[in-house]
């Protein structure tokens, strides 16, 4: 059984639609994020939550928001999406404590935006 | 200069080959050192965990990091057609920020 899910796995959408993606964890880890995947720009932090009440911006944020309905929830969406948001999404999890880097990744979610 | 440079490749290499993957890193902070392997259409996951320069085996996959030179290696011994994917570094100075490379592809001829 996967430990990170993400759900849609696949979506096409159109310029300006309000999207959710969404992710859930069995691990028990308190720390959650939102990466993009794009070719040749690899992975990059979108946002990121320590804690349900601790959610933070990411390198690229603008566009996106987040909500972490619990522990081992965390939704990212896209208020109205434009075709430079059509990407790999993944959701991340990881310990919390020092040294603790090592982030446990979703299948992804590719979405593309028309 | 970004944080982390990586090449992209693509990689070709026979089968049984030892292939040798690496990445530069610009901040001295970073002590944490990661190696994800990622197939196609699938997330990436962790391959290799080091800390501080030396070497670290795990069966046929070796990491080594130089940080004196920032610089950061992996070797896959034998290597096989299983071993196609995509490869990335990641980097962190331990503070749950982690700095990814933009991963090099490797594909493995049988």
């Known amino acids: 059984d996967a430990d990170v899910t993400q759900t849609p796995r696949n979506r096409i959408t159109k310029t300006g639609k309000r999207i959710m993606l969404e992710c859930s964890q069995t691990k028990g880890h308190d720390r959650m994020y939102w990466y993009r995947q794009d070719p040749g720009l690899g992975l990059r932090l979108i946002y990121y939550s320590f804690d349900v009440k601790d959610i933070n911006k990411g390198e690229i944020s603008d566009g996106y928001s987040v909500s972490r309905q619990a522990q081992a929830k965390f939704s990212l969406s896209l208020e109205s999406a434009i075709p430079n948001q059509t990407a790999l999404y993944f959701c991340a999890t990881s310990v919390a404590g020092p040294g603790t880097d090592t982030q446990y990744f979703g299948p992804g979610t590719r979405l593309t935006v028309l | ?110």
Do not use: H
């Open chain 2, 1 to 110: 200069q970004k944080e982390v440079e990586q090449d992209p490749g693509p990689l070709s290499v026979p089968e049984g080959a030892i292939v040798s993957l690496n990445c530069t890193y610009s901040n001295s902070a970073f002590q944490y050192f990661m190696w994800y392997r990622q197939y196609s259409r699938k997330g990436p996951e962790l391959l290799m965990y080091t800390y501080s320069s030396g070497n670290k085996e795990d069966g046929r996959f070796t990491a080594q990091v130089d940080k004196s030179s920032k610089y950061i290696s992996l070797f896959i011994r034998d290597s096989q057609p299983s071993d196609s994917a995509t490869y990335l570094c990641a980097i962190s100075g331990g503070y749950q920020k982690v700095t990814f490379g933009i991963g090099t592809k490797l594909q493995v001829i049988p």
